[in-house]
T-cell receptor, first 113, second 114 residues
Framework: GENVEQHPSTLSVQEGDSAVIKCTYS??????FPWYKQELGKRPQLIID?????GEKKDQRIAVTLNKTAKHFSLHITETQPEDSAVYFC????????????FGQGTILTVHP | DAGITQSPRHKVTETGTPVTLRCHQT?????MYWYRQDPGHGLRLIHY???????DKGEVSDGYSVSRSKTEDFLLTLESATSSQTSVYFC?????????????FGQGTRLTVV
């Protein structure tokens, strides 16, 4: 089955800096890679996703890149703000997996004012 | 919230008792999932359903069973609760046929087994 590794487990940045979170996956059949943000006590919420036919996707201050050859994908947050502080999860799914998501272990992002 | 409701939101139960968690959706989605969330592990799939009466095991299914007798309801049962099943449980739905698309989560159920 799929295995997703996520790094770093914690990330601390100053407001205005950029933050990068990286994930690797093992199953070459995976073709959909979402990123979720989870605030304390809340449900995970989708913030951006990318499919395997695309190398990069942007949405305002966040972007995701995908390298299918190396089987890794990354989340980039620019001009970080305190409200970006949360736990971020990457995930992967694809092939005949019925949409089952395999998640990374999560990254606790703290943005200091 | 994609019309997903979990109940109860919080539960404390004793070791050895059966517990059932309910996930209810209002948008007639075919695919539903149960995940558990534990520190250091992210979210892990327990069971999933790809239609009424169609279910299968996920990564961490031991000690759990599920049922889906109606499109809108997906029940997760802990047959005999253990302390290792203390966790936050999230139900999710996938909005399009064939999966591989956006998943939306319920609010979660915090279960404590004492």
């Amino acid at each position: 089955g799929e295995n997703v590794e996520q790094h770093p487990s914690t990330l601390s940045v100053q407001e205005g800096d950029s933050a990068v979170i990286k994930c690797t996956y093992s199953d070459s059949a995976s073709n959909y890679f979402p990123w979720y943000k989870q605030e304390l006590g809340k449900r995970p919420q989708l913030i951006i996703d990318i499919r395997s036919n695309v190398g990069e996707k942007k949405d305002q201050r966040i972007a995701v890149t995908l390298n299918k050859t190396a089987k890794h994908f990354s989340l980039h947050i620019t001009e970080t703000q305190p409200e970006d502080s949360a736990v971020y999860f990457c995930a992967a799914t694809g092939g005949t997996s019925y949409g089952k998501l395999t998640f990374g272990q999560g990254t606790i992002l703290t943005v200091h004012p | 919230d994609a019309g997903i409701t979990q109940s109860p939101r919080h539960k404390v139960t004793e070791t050895g008792t059966p517990v059932t968690l309910r996930c209810h959706q209002t948008e007639n989605h075919r695919y539903m999932y149960w995940y558990r969330q534990d520190p250091g592990h992210g979210l892990r799939l327990i069971h999933y359903s790809y239609g009424v009466k169609d279910t299968d095991k996920g990564e961490v299914s031991d000690g759990y069973s599920v049922s889906r007798s109606k499109t809108e309801d997906f029940l997760l049962t802990l047959e005999s609760a253990t302390s290792s099943q203390t966790s936050v449980y999230f139900c999710a739905i996938s909005k399009q046929e064939g999966g591989n698309t956006e998943a939306f989560f319920g609010q979660g159920t915090r279960l404590t087994v004492v």
